[in-house]
């Protein structure tokens, strides 16, 4: 009987440690390689909603990319409203001159939100991934900077 207890717990630490060293949830990229959902920890994660027919996304799309690029301690993930195909988001993006990356899907219910109803609508996540604001509408450096408190 002991050997019994014994093999089971031997078995139950074993999975325990197989399920800590598993690969958390992933967000499948554009032209990338998938990102684990961790991976964005300690940094600013700004989500854009966008879609090619919306003309205040088509407007902040360049603040996005310069953001983006700057050492800001952030990082900018579009996702696109309509959820096209890739290669169809592929085009459009290489069309809009969209240099972020792009999420394949909609990674709401990863992320704990839901879509939003009004675009364009950026997500704020601080860099312990808690949702801090929801900005609706263009955005510019200036607003993308005031949601995380730095003037």
Not at 55 to 81: K, Q, S, T, W, Y
Not at 89 to 111: H, K, R, S, T, Y
Request: with cysteine.
């Amino acid at each position: 009987m002991a050997q019994v207890i014994v093999r089971w717990l031997g078995m139950g630490l074993l999975l325990s440690l197989l399920s800590a060293c598993a690969p958390g949830p992933s967000i499948t990229l554009l032209n990338e390689a998938p990102r684990p959902l961790d991976a964005y920890r300690g940094q600013w994660l700004y989500v854009n909603y966008w879609a090619e027919w919306c003309a205040p996304c088509l407007e902040e799309i360049p603040e996005l990319n310069a953001f983006h690029r700057a050492d800001n301690g952030a990082e900018v993930l579009g996702i696109n409203f309509d959820q096209v195909d890739s290669a169809l988001m592929a085009q459009q993006a290489e069309g809009l001159n969209i240099v972020f990356p792009l999420a394949l899907g909609d990674p709401a219910a990863l992320l704990g939100i839901q879509a939003p109803e009004v675009l364009p609508s950026t997500y704020v996540f601080d860099p312990d991934g808690a949702l801090v604001t929801v900005l609706v509408g263009p955005q510019d450096e200036a607003s993308l900077l005031a949601a995380q408190g730095t003037p």
